[in-house]
């Protein structure tokens, strides 16, 4: 699996009822999306940056999500997200006493 952190910077008159209220009207772009396990949405807003950390099944089912949400994300904000991936063979979840241990990913 893949873990993805992205971050963009916010406008700079966003207030917490706007921040969340975006976030939340994201919900269905995420619900259901392919090969998408996991979806966190944050921000900070006195320095007015957001960040969404994802765990993706592969890197090719972000990059195709990527490709096509980027261009949304900077049309709605102005700024183009960045991103890092990291391969994540092991994941410990408290909440469900899960833990999954896979191969480490190729590529």
């Not at 209220?21 to 966190?40: D, Q």
């Not at 320095?47 to 049309?75: C, D, N, P």
């Amino acid at each position: 699996m893949y873990t993805v952190i992205t971050r963009l910077q916010l406008p700079p008159d966003i207030t917490a009822e706007k921040a969340k209220a975006h976030m939340e009207e994201s919900i269905p772009v995420y619900k259901g999306c392919p090969g998408l396990v996991r979806k966190y949405i944050g921000c900070d807003l006195e320095a007015k940056q957001a960040i969404g950390v994802y765990l993706w099944e592969t890197r090719e089912q972000f990059e195709t999500y990527f490709a096509r949400a980027s261009a949304m994300i900077k049309a709605q904000t102005g700024t183009e997200p960045q991103y890092e991936i990291f391969e994540t063979p092991v994941i410990v979840d408290n909440k469900s006493d899960e833990v999954i241990i896979e191969p480490f990913p190729k590529g």
